[in-house]
Nanobody, 121 residues
Framework: QVQLVESGGGLVQAGGSLRLSCAAS????????MGWYRQAPGKQRELVAR???????HYVDSVKGRFTISRDNAKNALYLQMNSLKPEDTAVYYC???????????????WGQGTQVTVFS
């Protein structure tokens, strides 16, 4: 089984910054794309940013220019640098990995437990 553990969430004033981290561990054969999703109260979970194993990134329009996603393939780690935070960024942020546990396993999504980010004005 693959475990994802997020860290780095917290309470920050609007305009401030936070850096989220996600560590993947367990039985990992390969991880392809990794990403950050978020879910605000009463809303559906949405993709925030995604990065392939080759480093190609994708961002939702609302965070472009403010958030930067990166990963360390050797450490199976994922990061999200969040700058110029806004109250509307308040949500639980989830780490996602798309990969497999063995050569023969089907590719699937893995999720972390989430970390709360609260931005106050």
């Amino acid at each position: 089984q693959v475990q994802l553990v997020e860290s780095g969430g917290g309470l920050v004033q609007a305009g401030g910054s936070l850096r989220l981290s996600c560590a993947a561990s367990g039985s990992i054969f390969s991880i392809h794309a990794m990403g950050w999703y978020r879910q605000a109260p009463g809303k559906q979970r949405e993709l925030v940013a995604r990065i392939t194993s080759g480093g190609i990134t994708h961002y939702v329009d609302s965070v472009k220019g403010r958030f930067t996603i990166s990963r360390d393939n050797a450490k199976n780690a994922l990061y999200l640098q969040m700058n110029s935070l806004k109250p509307e960024d308040t949500a639980v942020y989830y780490c996602n990995a798309y990969g497999s546990e063995t050569y023969y396993s089907a590719l699937r999504d893995y999720w972390g437990q989430g970390t709360q980010v609260t931005v106050f004005s």
